[in-house]
């Protein structure tokens, strides 16, 4: 199973594509991650039972799944077209016409709109999942703790993924990333609290 992964990263993915998902892997799952525990945790601060958390957390993590790959697809379409645009600037009009031409193309680090929207959409799901599953399992009495919990745990791994492939400070991505975590939800908990009360 691996060696056939590792085909398909050698003929598929090449250096830039490569950066390119592992970038909207990352950011799908921290985006997972924030925006589906600042769902849930406005859904708790409003009181709601766990049968509609679970539906509010469901919408919110199939909803965003899908925006985070149509941004990342036409993103990173727009990159792949001026990656065109200046290739094709740089290339003769006869070279254009020849067969050579494709073949300089495919050798080019192109990159893949549908991988990265691809990998934007599964890891924002894995990353709403955790919490999803955090606040499915829990007592109403322990639903706020240990949503919030697994958030800090959620985003700290993705942070220490990121700061590793990055060679960056592991602490001050880990505290970014959780400062940023928390705010989302105290924001939403609060207005759930608020609207709710």
Known sequence: MLTMIKRWQIRYLHFWDRLNVLRAGLL????????VS??????????????????????????????????????????KDVQLSRLNAQISPEFRKSKDYQTKIDEIDLLNPLHA????????????LILLLAISLSTPRWRLFNTVVAMAVALTLNATISAQR?????????????????????????????LGG
């Open 166 to 194: 990055g060679e960056i400070p592991i602490r001050r991505v880990v505290l970014r990333n959780i400062v940023i975590g928390l705010v989302t939800g105290f924001v939403t908990y609060i207005v759930g609290t608020l």
């Open 28 to 35: 799908g799952a921290n985006d997972g991650i924030i925006s």
């Open 117 to 128: 929207a691809i990998m934007s959409f599964v890891s924002f799901m894995l990353g709403a």
């Open 38 to 79: 600042g769902i849930v945790l406005g859904a708790v601060g409003a009181n709601m039972s766990n049968e509609t958390l679970f539906v509010s957390g469901i919408s919110g993590m199939l909803a965003g799944a899908c925006s985070m790959a149509g941004g990342e697809y036409v993103s990173v379409s727009a990159q």
